[in-house]
Every structure is written in structure tokens, then in C-alpha cells.
């Protein structure tokens, strides 16, 4: 309890040291900044200030995903509770908001601006949408594990880890779904004429989809025919064929995202020109 109590002890001055020091000081350059802004509403251009707010931006969501992973691992019973987890959840959604409602209130109004606005939103989709799929991939993974161990008695892993693979899935697909559903689907809509979104689209998306495909495709295949000429090594076809559940899991999931984006990909360009058509009439 001493050791728990002087580790707690020295947490809090270096918390309360850092605040102290740190917010007083980041408020009053921030205002210097906003009395700067008012006086010169030209400054709004600035792609210094834009490259600020979204570094910022940046790193908040980055810490609130991993604080509010860290959280829903906790509420599934998959891990214990994190006072600096939910802290730090709590206080980096907050920065975020802030300097969210501030990037949306100033708008974009340079070129240059609104690259890096383009630039923050699908590097953020980019990252998130491989959490998510990592998350999916976990989750088909135990189902099909199940399916397949309930279809052949074979069982490699206790129930109990597998449950603890589950509820990692599930908190890596809930979060990073949901952060990559709100910056894809709703803050980059319509933004159907950036180079970053067709990059997104086309090279991670759909590219990375048909190498994951084509992937977890090989080995299937491949493992079949090893099975099929009779050079397999495992001592039975239940063994042999225990790389299934991961295969097929990784193959549903790249074929999920391969999917979405390739018909998204096609679609939008249409929609891009009948917004623009309607814009003119």
C-alpha cells in the first residue's frame, strides 16, 4: 500500500506540476493569438495556425482512441480500471472539441488550408479504418474458431482466452469504427475532388483490399493443395486445416472493404458532377 501510495503521490506532483506550469502558459499565448486573429481576420489564412490545429487534432484523437479502447476493454470485463485512461479520455475529447469547433468556425480559405484539413481527416480515416478492420478480423477469427472447433474437436486456446480475443475485437472494432464513421462518412462527404481522398480510396483502400484478398486467397488455396497432394506435415485434417478461422476472417474483412470502397470509388465521381450541376442551376 506504502509503494501504491508514494507511486500515486509522485504521479500527482508531476500531473499538478506539469498543469500549473503548462495551461497557464498555453492560455495566455492562446489569447495573444485570438487578440492577434481579431485585429488581423487575415490571419485565419495562416497555414501556420491551420498546421497547429491540426497537429493538435492529431494527437488528441489519437490518445482519446486509445484511452476509450483501454475504457471499453474495462466495461467488458477484458482488462482492470484506468483512472488515467479515463482522464485522459475525458480531457483530450475535450481538446479535441475545442480545436474542432475552432477549425470548423474558421472554415478553410486557402487551398493550402484545406489540404491540411484533407490531410488530417483521411490520414485519421486511413488509421482508423485499420483498427476497425483489425477489430473485425478478431472477431470473425472467434466465431469461426468456435464453428470450427465445435464442428471438429479441436481445440488449440481455452475458451476463456479466446473470449478475452472477443472482447479486444470488439473494443478495437466499436472504437475505431465509430471515429473512422464520423471523419469518412460524415466530415470528408462530398469531398469528391481531393487527390488525399482518391489516395485513401484507391491506394490503401481498394489496392490494400485486393492484396488482403488475394492474401489470405493464397493461403487457403495453397493449403489445400498441400493437403490434397498428401504432403502435410499435421497429423490430422483437423490440425491441417486450423489455419481456416484467421484465413477466412481476413479474407471476409478484405473483401468487406474492397467492396465499399471500389463501388464508392465509382459512384462518387457521378455524384461529384451532378452536386455541380445542381450548384450551377
Not at 499565448?29 to 497547429?52: C, F, G, N, Q
Not at 502435410?232 to 474483412?253: C, G, N, Y
Amino acid at each position: 500500500t506504502t509503494v501504491l501510495g508514494q507511486a500515486n503521490n509522485i504521479r500527482l506532483a508531476i500531473g499538478l506540476s506539469l498543469t500549473i506550469v503548462g495551461v497557464p502558459l498555453w492560455a495566455f499565448h492562446w489569447r495573444l493569438m485570438t487578440r492577434h486573429l481579431i485585429d488581423m481576420p487575415v490571419e485565419t489564412r495562416s497555414v501556420v495556425r491551420k498546421a497547429y490545429l491540426y497537429i493538435v487534432l492529431t494527437i488528441a484523437c489519437s490518445v482519446s482512441t486509445w484511452a476509450a479502447i483501454t475504457l471499453v476493454q474495462w466495461v467488458f470485463g477484458n482488462r482492470t480500471f484506468s483512472g488515467f485512461s479515463a482522464s485522459a479520455l475525458f480531457i483530450w475529447s475535450m481538446v479535441w472539441i475545442y480545436h474542432w469547433r475552432i477549425e470548423v468556425t474558421q472554415g478553410q480559405p486557402t487551398n493550402t488550408t484545406k489540404a491540411l484539413r484533407r490531410l488530417y481527416l483521411y490520414t485519421t480515416s486511413t488509421s482508423m479504418l485499420t483498427v476497425s478492420a483489425v477489430g473485425a478480423g478478431l472477431i470473425l477469427n472467434v466465431v469461426f474458431r468456435q464453428v470450427y472447433a465445435s464442428l471438429t474437436d479441436y481445440l488449440v486456446f481455452s475458451g476463456e482466452v479466446w473470449m478475452g480475443s472477443m472482447k479486444a475485437g470488439l473494443s478495437l472494432f466499436l472504437v475505431g469504427g465509430g471515429i473512422w464513421t464520423t471523419h469518412w462518412v460524415w466530415f470528408a462527404r462530398r469531398d469528391y475532388e481531393s487527390t488525399l481522398r482518391q489516395l485513401y480510396q484507391q491506394v490503401y483502400a481498394v489496392i490494400g483490399g485486393v492484396i488482403t484478398v488475394l492474401g489470405a486467397s493464397g493461403i487457403i488455396i495453397y493449403q489445400l493443395l498441400v493437403w490434397l497432394i498428401g504432403v502435410s506435415t499435421e497429423p490430422s485434417a483437423a490440425a491441417h486445416f486450423d489455419f481456416l478461422p484467421p484465413a477466412l476472417a481476413t479474407l471476409i474483412v478484405g473483401v468487406v472493404i474492397l467492396t465499399y470502397h471500389a463501388v464508392t470509388a465509382q459512384t462518387e465521381p457521378t455524384i461529384g458532377i451532378s452536386a455541380a450541376q445542381n450548384s450551377r442551376n
